[in-house]
């Protein structure tokens, strides 16, 4: 699978850092939506099927893990990354949450760096979107 063959959706209440991640990651190949909030990004998945959701993991109303287990019961073929100002201990439980239960998540702490960022997403491309050679 070429990176323009993944779909990632955006969800982040920052609307300055949804508009650079959306154009960012499109220039660099992938099909991307972005969504304000939770109900708005559900709204995204009923219509097309997204690889990877990039989650802010602290938003009003419905919070990232709020949002991802909503989509994960919906489409569990679908994989999420947190992001979060937070240090990275401070999320650990919540990540640790969902890898007991085999649940694909990735974490990036905010700020980021882009290259950081599309590391994250290739990694889980190569895990769980990469066929192996000759299928």
């Not at 702490?109 to 979107?129: A, N, T």
């Amino acid at each position: 699978m070429e990176g323009s063959d993944l779909s990632i959706l955006i969800v982040d209440d920052e609307q300055r850092l949804l508009e650079l991640l959306t154009q960012l990651l499109t220039l660099r190949g992938y099909h991307v939506t972005s969504a304000s909030n939770g109900e708005v990004a559900l709204e995204a998945m009923q219509k097309r099927f997204f690889h990877i959701v990039l989650l802010d993991l602290m938003m009003p109303g419905m919070d990232g893990t709020m949002l991802y287990d909503r989509i994960r019961n919906s489409y569990p073929g679908t994989c999420g990354i947190f992001m979060s100002g937070k240090p990275h201990f401070l999320v650990e439980e919540t990540l640790e949450k969902y890898r007991r239960s085999a649940i694909p998540v990735g974490f990036v702490r905010k700020p980021f760096d882009i290259d950081e960022l599309e590391e994250c997403i290739e990694g889980i491309k190569r895990k769980y979107f990469s066929s192996p050679p000759g299928e």
